[in-house]
């Protein structure tokens, strides 16, 4: 039977990877699918990875609707047998609703890659009704971590380098590896991943290397989050 699949984790954990390569395999026994995003950081109209990989994907906006591009191109002749639907945390809950319709009333097999929570640690609405619908919710087994070493829980966002809490619920920003953070990073909007005790203390990686004694080395030995933020 068909199923409605929810992939979920923070970022840098793999899920846009995972994408691409499902529907490389789904494509090579024979599967006709089609590939769905929003807001990715490649672009419009794509599908990428951090790893460098990408394929063509139809640009997701409020106005798509799942329901009528499936049956639309089941009624000129084409086949449509399982969906990829990535960056799904940006999805409207009336488009979960409509891709689990597809599953339900069309038989095809729908698998959505997104994060949970925002940074503010709140559920996206998108995510929240694929938590509600799906039939599986399937937490990735690759761990992105924390500066500190740790499992990265949560999705912080850095404005001139200091994490904050308030704000649009999407905004797009960048990620950077931490060698690449300068020391200055002006008023750019960014991503980190951080553990759940780093990120309740919001300390980012650019903060911990303030508060070490090596600005070159992070701290990973000190207990950083008895140092007051900024």
């Known amino acids: 039977m068909a199923e409605l699949v929810f992939f979920s984790g923070t970022m840098d954990?793999?899920?846009?990877?995972?994408?691409?390569?499902?529907?490389?395999?789904?494509?090579?026994?024979?599967?006709?699918?089609?590939i769905f995003t929003r807001l990715d950081r490649a672009g419009q109209s794509v599908l990428s990875s951090r790893l460098g990989l990408s394929t063509p994907a139809r640009e997701v906006d409020d106005r798509v609707d799942f329901w009528e591009a499936v049956v639309g191109r089941a009624s000129a002749g084409g086949r449509v047998d399982y969906l990829i639907c990535d960056e799904a945390q940006f999805y409207t809950p009336a488009q979960v609703e409509q891709l689990a319709r597809l599953v339900d009333e069309m038989s095809v097999d729908?698998?959505?890659?997104?994060?949970?929570?925002?940074?503010?640690?709140?559920?996206?609405?998108?995510?929240?009704?694929?938590?509600?619908?799906?039939?599986?919710?399937?937490?990735?087994q690759v761990e992105a971590l924390c500066w500190c070493g740790q499992r990265?829980?949560?999705?912080?966002?850095?404005?001139?380098?200091?994490?904050?809490?308030?704000?649009?619920?999407?905004?797009?920003?960048?990620?950077?590896?931490?060698p690449a953070l300068p020391a200055a990073l002006g008023a750019s909007v960014e991503y980190e991943v951080l553990c759940r005790r780093h990120y309740m203390r919001r300390m980012t990686a650019h903060a911990a290397r303030a508060a070490a004694i090596s600005p070159e080395v992070l701290p990973f030995d000190l207990d950083v989050c008895a140092v007051p933020p900024a």
């Not at 691409?20 to 026994?29: G, I, T, W």
């Not at 949970?116 to 996206?124: G, H, I, K, Q, S």
């Not at 990265?152 to 649009?168: C, D, I, K, L, S």
């Open 152 to 178: 990265a829980t949560h999705n912080a966002r850095v404005v001139g380098g200091a994490m904050v809490v308030q704000g649009e619920q999407v905004v797009v920003g960048d990620t950077h590896p931490l």
């Open 13 to 34: 954990c793999g899920k846009s990877t995972l994408a691409l390569q499902m529907d490389h395999n789904h494509a090579a026994r024979g599967r006709a699918g089609l």
């Open 110 to 140: 729908v698998y959505a890659f997104g994060i949970t929570t925002d940074f503010r640690a709140e559920l996206f609405p998108g995510s929240k009704r694929l938590i509600e619908l799906a039939d599986r919710v399937q937490v990735l």
